[in-house]
């Protein structure tokens, strides 16, 4: 087991978990760290009722919202109000969680570590038209 710890303060340590350990040690296998995959973009739930309504969005859909993208050129994949419905497979719920197993549930970018290949991340995604 691996772990950490504030050395004046008392009672606070952090533990490792071997996950994290497995994805650095497949990262640096190549002889170079390319660091942690993340999603820099500004996302939004969708459990707001208004906010549904103001998008028109079908009852149905479930996701999370792209409130601000990263970068605004146009050859980036998500656009403002775009909104994000599956990661790889997996289907996001209004409030930005995931199914894994029967009974556990997590936020979203916990699958981009597992899902990115060469800075991207295959992405579900609803288009949403707003003038």
């Not at 710890?5 to 497995?22: C, T, W």
């Not at 820099?40 to 792209?66: C, F, I, K, W």
């Not at 570590?113 to 991340?121: P, R």
Request: no cysteine; hydrophobic share 40%; aromatic share 10%.
């Amino acid at each position: 087991m691996a772990f950490s710890h504030l050395q004046m303060a008392q009672n606070i340590g952090y533990i490792i978990p071997v996950e994290e350990i497995e994805l650095f040690l497949q990262d640096i296998a190549d002889g170079h760290y390319d660091g942690k995959p993340t999603m820099y973009d500004d996302l939004q739930t969708l459990e707001n009722p208004a906010l549904r309504s103001y998008l028109h969005l079908p009852e149905s859909l479930q996701g999370m919202v792209v409130h601000r993208p990263f970068d605004s050129a146009a050859s980036y994949p998500l656009k403002e109000w775009d909104v994000i419905t599956k990661i790889g497979d997996v289907p996001v719920d209004d409030e930005g969680m995931i199914k894994l197993g029967d009974t556990l549930r997590v936020r979203f970018p916990y699958m981009v570590q597992k899902l990115a290949v060469k800075d991207t991340v295959p992405l579900t995604i609803f288009a949403v038209e707003k003038n």
